[in-house]
């Protein structure tokens, strides 16, 4: 059985593994609507209850079939990159739209750098607060793959949920290393903050040695729920064995894939549009090709996205 643990001052109680919803989006997998929200309904009825997204993976409507008719309770968190008021309530609004909903239990700002990024944003979480006083949004919190990010949202009251990139490897981070994230992370939980992982598994880079990779975010006790991507019904019942301590059953194990993913860069013309796109500063231009430094790029895929050429791939 999936266990449950309450985000912090939200009160809301998530599932220890939180579906990870942009693994199946057009950033990535790119599945038929219809398999996709059956992989997520598969990871709902196996008790998980919480589901991550965001406005750039172009995914809400995977959600929301997903969730369509189902009685249990669903917690959604997404997040976008608004930074005036007009931009959160678009942000919003294409949120509660496309996903069916009346509220969303968790809006965010998403890939915050620092204090100075919040800052930036004010207007939005100004806007946040009241859409919160109006019952659209339960909770207002940040994702972050910097440890400032962390720390800096763990100093200001109104954000109640963090949710920082961590793994064993410091894949990622940015700001810091392993040590630091977590450092910050019990800064952040001493603040009262609610907080969820990411990127557990390096972005793919882990997936031959998952067994290390969960037991290692599991052992933080400052996080309540880990996000995981999942795009087959193996990973599915891969994970919540993972999450729930069961062994995993042998021809599972031989269906979920364990070869890491890569970035594939082809055709490129070198305009650089995608540079800028990654904040893992992966990507670099040589001899008018785009070129992705593996060792930094947790394959994220939001490069691929800025790409008018459609060159790069998350393989
Ligand atoms: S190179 Fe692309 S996939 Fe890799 S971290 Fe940067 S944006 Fe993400
Ligand atoms: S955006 Fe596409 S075409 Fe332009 S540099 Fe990047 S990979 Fe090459």
Redesign the pocket.
């Known amino acids: 059985m999936l266990q449950y643990r309450v985000l912090a001052s939200t009160g809301m109680q998530v599932s220890r593994l939180c579906f990870g919803a942009l693994t199946i989006s057009p950033l990535q997998a790119n599945l038929p609507l219809a398999e996709g929200a059956h992989i997520i309904r598969t990871a709902l009825e196996a008790g998980v209850n919480f589901i991550d997204t965001a406005e750039l993976y172009n995914n809400y409507h995977y959600l929301r079939e997903a969730i369509r008719g189902y009685q249990g309770e669903v917690i959604i968190a997404s997040k976008c990159y608004a930074y005036t008021s007009r931009g959160m309530q678009d942000s919003l609004e294409l949120a509660l739209r496309e996903l069916d909903r009346d509220y969303i239990d968790i809006f965010m700002l998403h890939e915050t750098e620092s204090i100075l990024t919040i800052r930036g944003h004010w207007e939005a979480i100004e806007f946040l607060l009241q859409a919160k006083q109006k019952g659209l949004v339960r909770a207002i919190g940040i994702s972050t793959h910097n440890v400032e990010g962390v720390l800096g949202a763990a100093s200001v009251p109104e954000i109640e949920v963090i949710q920082p990139l961590i793994n064993m490897t410091g894949i990622g981070i940015k700001g810091g290393n392993t040590q630091d994230m977590l450092a910050a992370i019990q800064t952040a939980a001493k603040a009262g903050k609610g907080l969820y992982g990411m990127k557990a598994l390096g972005g793919g880079h882990l997936l031959a040695r998952p067994e290390e990779a969960f037991a290692f975010i599991l052992s933080i006790p400052e996080l309540a729920s880990v996000a995981v991507g999942m795009s087959t019904k193996e990973e599915v019942v891969y994970n919540t064995c993972h999450f729930s301590g069961q062994p995993v059953p042998e021809k599972v194990k031989a269906k979920v894939r364990r070869q890491p993913r890569r970035l594939l860069?082809e055709?490129?013309?070198?305009?650089?549009?995608?540079?800028s796109h990654c904040s893992s500063g992966a990507?670099r231009?040589d001899e008018g090709?785009?070129v992705v430094d593996h060792s930094l790029c947790t394959l994220c895929g939001y490069?691929s996205r800025?790409?008018?050429?459609?060159?790069?791939k998350v393989i």
Do not use: R
Request: net charge negative; with cysteine; proline share 5%.
């Open positions: 860069i055709d490129c013309e070198g305009c650089g549009k995608c540079l990507l231009l090709k785009a490069c800025a790409c008018p050429e459609f060159c790069i």
